[in-house]
C-alpha cells in the first residue's frame, strides 16, 4: 500500500530564505507526483506535476526535483516571501488512480 | 473556464442528522473525485466517477455514506447519519479523463463540522 510521508510538518523561515520541503513515497511504481498549495479555507492550486519519466519540473521561483529509484521528492522555493504561506501538499498516482497525499508541510514566511 | 463548483462551503449538524454536498464539475470533465480531508491529514479519496459510473469506492463508508452522479455531470455526496468524526473539508476535484497525464482540479470544499 503506497504511502506518502513530508518532513518537516511545520517549517517557519524569515522572508528571503531559500528552503526545501521533503516528500517520500514507499512504492516505486508511480506515474506523477505532484505538489500543491493550500491556503487556510480553500481548496487545493496545483504547483507542479512531475512525470515519473521526469527528474524535474520549474515554475518561477519554485522547483520540483524527483528520484523514483529513492522514492524522494523535494521542492525548492527560492528568495522565500510572506505571500507564500501556505500548507504544501505532496501527491502522487498509481497507474490512473486517485491521488495519495502526505500529511503536508505548513509554511509561514515572516517579514 | 469556470472552476469546479461546490455547495455549500460551510455546514454545521448535529450528530445522527444527514447532510448532503453537491458538486458541479469543469464542462467536458469525465472524471470526478470526492475526498476527504480531516484537519492536519491530507486528502483522502472516498469515490471516484469514470462518467455515471463507479470506478473506485473501496474507502467510502457505505454504511453511512453514499454519492451518486447523475447523467455523469453533477455530483452529490450524503451522509446519513453522520458522526462526530466526519468532520472534515469535503473537497470535490474532476479531471479529462482518469488516465495518468490528466491533471486533477479542484474545488473550494465544503467544511462539515459535526457537533
Known amino acids: 500500500k503506497q504511502e506518502v510521508t513530508q518532513i518537516p510538518a511545520a517549517l517557519s523561515v524569515p522572508e528571503g530564505e531559500n528552503l526545501v520541503l521533503n516528500c517520500s513515497f514507499t512504492?516505486?511504481?508511480?506515474?506523477?507526483l505532484q505538489w500543491f498549495r493550500q491556503d487556510p479555507g480553500k481548496g487545493l492550486t496545483s504547483l507542479l506535476l512531475i512525470q515519473s519519466s521526469q527528474r524535474e519540473q520549474t515554475s518561477g521561483r519554485l522547483n520540483a526535483s524527483l528520484d523514483k529509484s529513492s522514492g524522494r521528492s523535494t521542492l525548492y522555493i527560492a528568495a522565500s516571501q510572506p505571500g507564500d504561506s501556505a500548507t504544501y501538499l505532496c501527491a502522487v498516482d498509481q497507474a490512473g488512480t486517485a491521488l495519495i497525499f502526505g500529511k503536508g508541510t505548513t509554511l509561514s514566511v515572516s517579514s | 473556464e469556470a472552476g469546479v463548483a461546490q455547495s455549500p462551503r460551510y455546514k454545521i449538524i448535529e450528530k445522527r442528522q444527514s447532510v448532503a454536498f453537491w458538486c458541479n464539475p469543469i464542462?467536458?470533465?469525465?472524471?470526478l473525485y470526492w475526498y476527504q480531508q480531516i484537519l492536519g491529514q491530507g486528502p483522502k479519496l472516498l469515490i471516484q466517477?469514470?462518467?455515471?459510473?463507479?470506478?473506485?469506492d473501496s474507502q467510502l463508508p457505505k454504511d453511512r455514506f453514499s454519492a451518486e452522479r447523475l447523467k455523469g455531470v453533477d455530483s452529490t455526496l450524503k451522509i446519513q447519519p453522520a458522526k462526530l468524526e466526519d468532520s472534515a473539508v469535503y473537497l470535490c476535484?474532476?479531471?479529462?479523463?482518469?488516465?495518468?497525464?490528466?491533471?486533477?482540479?479542484f474545488g473550494p470544499g465544503t467544511r462539515l463540522t459535526v457537533t
Open positions: 512504492d516505486s511504481a508511480i506515474y506523477n
Open positions: 476535484a474532476s479531471s479529462f479523463s482518469h488516465g495518468v497525464l490528466y491533471e486533477q482540479d
Open positions: 464542462s467536458g470533465h469525465a472524471t
Open positions: 466517477f469514470q462518467n455515471n459510473g463507479v470506478v473506485d
